[in-house]
């Protein structure tokens, strides 16, 4: 480990946790410190690459990297493998701050970039150089697709693998100071082309790349392989546990080959299996195109899986904490249901969201037998799982608004709502009954209904004796806010959106009804004050959010966070039954 990072990275012995290990990361790492490896120290590392927004499946590596280094009284460092400036932004770099603090861990002092240590890279590549364990090729990358081989076919060994070690040197460093175009050579390791592992077959170290860098400028136009520059970086940074998904478990013999050849610090890899979700994609690439073709908004589109766009949803990170901690940590791929993140997300709203009273689709309701002019103050509960919320007041007035789905002319049967000759409940207020119904002359549809009130029927009253079967949400039409409200839904139809004929673009499994947007919603006037960000339980609609983008004080943006219904609770019941 360099000096400099040693003595920031300083940390007593890892403590092992009480409990006993949940998963199979947790117990390799107890036994490591059985054994007094790394001197007892437990060190991770969260090393995104800065060119994208980060997921929901980079969750999962959050809180398991940080999670880990807090169990075992460790280190957690953030570091962005920024090796390829063609690709990565400022941006980038400002979001995956963001979201890491969002959720909740926090990297202290440590703060890194492989580009902090391009120096010390490129002299670990001409100390392997120097070892005649590396050469200078000048194939292109069909050719050297080609003389890589297969899964069942040997490769072959490049024609400029015997280059001397002087003529290596010397090329490599005419590399460095820009005297080649990009492609023109690279740098490989020397390891072996009959190697079944194909990430052994004289990979990649260096690459000539004139990109100006968010952080060296123009200093360098050759830059370092991820495979090349990452466990070197862990290294230099006295990482002990370097965790990473399933797919790098090919790479770890290249991995521990670099750090063989240097004779340094050797942190161990361990792979886990990557989160994937139902009807959604966590491939960066097709993420970006998502956002290039304009199939979203941005990144944060509330129907993208990045936090940001779960962030601006309204998710918690108290909801993708508990998911996370649910799929628990394993070795084998599999694909979570999208409705158990959801049954996370109203397990931990119905405790923190205040209840309200929102109209989508408002129809008028005039009640003949309320005074005209009085408007009456009615207590409302915020929250009956968080009593210490306490109540709000609801205004009631002779005018209001209603659901048009609670409202059925002619009302199937099972329908205990609103209809011509039948009585329901105003929550927190009167039982009212339909007495009619009138239209538009011209279109037929219906413009309002004309009810009356029974007085004696105040909810909360000793004297509201009188039952009926439907209770019903409304808001006064004097007092009301208007609103826009966005109904968000699953991205993709398609639990896999991958899942397409051959020869079909995937993007034809976006869902058309992803989006719904309502303009005329009329809202309870406590949510005048409503600020961006705030999330409420619209009573028997859903949970929604307060837009933090498109948010307009007189007029409020809505976004649905997720519905009342529960299917994965559903599920969690009748796999019981069963």
Known sequence: MDGKLAAENVREKAVPPDSAPSHFIQSIISEDLKQGKNQ??????????????????????????????????????LRFD??????????????????????GFDWGNREYYASDYFDRLYHF????????????????????????????????????????IEENLNLFERMKAGEFTDGAHTLRAKIDMASPNLNMRDPVMYRILHATHHRTSDHWCIYPTYDFAHGQSDSIEGVTHSICTLEFEDHRPLYDWFLDQLS?????????????LSHTVLSKRKLLELVQQQRVTGWDDPRMPTLAGFRRRGYTPEAIRMFCERIGVAKRNSTVDIAMLEHCLRDDLNKRAP??????????????????GQVEGL???????????????????????????DFRE??????????????????????????????????????????TYDPETKSGSSQSKRKVKGTIHWVSAAHAIEAEVRLYDHLFSKEDPDDVPEGTD??????????????????????????????????????????SVDFVKERPVFNRTVTLRDTWANVQRAAKKA
Not at 264 to 276: K, S, Y
Not at 355 to 372: G, Q, S, T
Not at 390 to 403: A, C, K, N
Request: proline content about 8%; some cysteine; aromatic content about 10%.
């Open 355 to 372: 209840r309200v009273m929102a109209v989508l689709r408002p129809i008028k309701v005039v009640i003949d037998n309320y005074p005209e």
């Open 82 to 103: 920024d090796t390829n400036p063609s690709k990565e932004d400022v941006e980038y770099v400002e979001s995956i701050r963001e979201d890491v603090r969002w959720l």
């Open 40 to 77: 007892g120290r437990v060190h991770t590392r969260f090393p995104p690459e800065p060119n994208g927004y980060l997921h929901i499946g980079h969750a999962k590596s959050i809180c398991l990297n940080f999670g880990i280094a807090t169990e075992f009284d460790g280190l957690c460092n």
């Open 264 to 276: 340094v610090h050797h942190p161990q890899q361990i792979e886990f299996a990557r989160l994937n």
């Open 506 to 547: 995937w993007l034809t499994n976006i869902n058309p009804k992803s989006l719904e947007r309502l303009n005329s919603c009329r809202v309870e006037p406590i949510l005048a004050n409503a600020k961006p960000g705030e999330r409420y339980q619209f009573e028997r609609l859903g949970y929604f959010c307060v837009d």
């Open 379 to 405: 207590e409302a509960v915020n929250n009956p799982e968080d009593p210490s919320m306490g109540t709000r007041p609801v205004p009631f007035s002779r005018l209001l608004y209603i659901e048009q789905d």
């Open 125 to 164: 590549a001409l100390e392997i150089i120097r070892a005649g364990k590396a050469y200078v090729c000048d194939l292109n990358a069909d050719q050297m697709r080609e003389y890589r081989g297969t899964l069942i076919e040997p490769g072959r060994n490049s024609p400029f693998r015997e280059r001397s």
């Open 410 to 451: 002619e009302p199937p049967k099972g329908f205990f709502r609103l209809s011509p000759g039948r009585e329901v409940r105003l929550r927190y207020a009167y039982i009212i009954k339909c007495v009619d119904v009138v239209k538009d002359p011209q279109t037929g549809g219906i413009t309002e209904l004309r009810c």
